[in-house]
Each structure stands twice: as C-alpha cells, then as structure tokens.
C-alpha cells in the first residue's frame, strides 16, 4: 500500500491541515523546517508527469491556499515551494506531492527555537501546527469568502 494513501484514508496516522474532495495537506513527518507541509492530491498519480492537467491546476490553487496559511501561522519570511520526480530527484514516496517549506531570514521564531530539521518531531509540535495553521486558512478564507478553502 501506499503510505499516502493510507493517510488519505485515515488508516495510518497524518497532522491534517486542509481537506477538500480531492486534496489534502499534511505535516511533513520529517520536516526539513518548522511548518513543513505536504499537499496531495487523493487520487494517487506517482509523480507530478503522470497527473492530468486538471489535477495539476487545482493542485496548484490548493497548494497557495495552503501556503498562504503555513507561511502566515509560521511568521515565515518566505516559502519553498517543490516537487521531486524519481528517486534520484529525491522521491521517497511515489504518490504526487508537493512540498511547502517555510523559510527566514534569520532564526527561527521562538516558539521553534527546539526544532532539529530532518527528524520526527514531537506530538506536541505537530499538534500544535496542526492547529495554528487550521486557524490561518480559516482567518484566510473569512477574509476571501472563498470556499474553496476546505
């Protein structure tokens, strides 16, 4: 099986910050900064090269509105935003994702001074981000009115 759709389907454990029909974002689980977030479409298509149109322009859509978000609950100065096709790209999970990495200037905000890039955090941080970055999107699409925003 594969481990994203097993957390698609809720059978294995993901920190949901966005869901729609068809998309979903989730914490990364060996994030690379502070607010890493994988978005996914839910119909599995190994690599960005093997979905459709349609799904790569919706694709596109969610993962602004979600970056908008994580960039927004993080306090980020900037953003990653990023693919990897094949393995010697760096593709680990073959199901189409798209990477949203939080960047700063400087230092990380204090609320982040204990992260270590690249390794499971503890429950508490993906708890955490789970839920200030919920509270982005909602504050972001009040202020759109727009339903797409999950």
């Known amino acids: 099986m594969c481990l994203f759709c097993g957390i698609i389907n809720k059978e294995l454990e993901g920190f949901f910050i966005y869901e729609d029909n068809n998309y979903v974002a989730i914490l990364d689980k060996y994030p ?3 607010g890493h977030t994988l978005v996914i479409p839910k119909k599995h298509f190994e690599n960005y090269l093997d979905a459709d149109d349609n799904t790569l322009s919706e694709l ?9 978000g994580v960039k927004d609950a993080v306090k980020a100065d900037g953003l990653r935003i990023l693919t990897n096709i094949g393995e010697s790209a760096g593709q680990v999970i073959f199901h189409l994702h798209i990477h949203v990495i939080p960047t700063w200037e400087g230092d990380y905000p204090e609320l982040f001074k204990s992260f270590k890039p690249r390794r499971e955090q503890s429950k508490e941080y993906y708890e955490l981000l789970q839920k200030i970055i919920r509270e982005s999107i909602e504050k972001l699409k009040r202020k759109t009115g727009d339903d797409k925003w999950g």
């Open 32 to 34: 690379i900064s502070p």
């Open 60 to 68: 596109a859509k969610v993962v602004k509105i979600v970056s908008l």
